[in-house]
């Protein structure tokens, strides 16, 4: 699975396929997942941070960590 941005789909991947994650099943995710969260939007260079898929909220992006 490329580019994930929810911590949410990576927990319940996690949960879901225990026996697979990191041997023939890889999740990946981008720089700017991790660096930026949805509250960059309400600035006003906002419209330059759109993307698919779109940011998630600082506290999805916690769950990374």
Known sequence: M???????T???LKNQYPDIINKDFFVES???YFT??????K???GHL????PPLR???ESECYA
Request: aromatic fraction near 6%; proline fraction near 3%; charge should be negative.
């Open 2 to 8: 490329v580019h994930l941005s929810s911590g949410d």
């Open 10 to 12: 990576l927990e319940a």
């Open 30 to 32: 981008c720089p700017h």
């Open 36 to 41: 930026w969260n949805r509250d960059i939007l």
């Open 43 to 45: 600035t006003k260079a």
């Open 49 to 52: 941070y759109t993307m698919a």
């Open 57 to 59: 909220t600082k506290e």
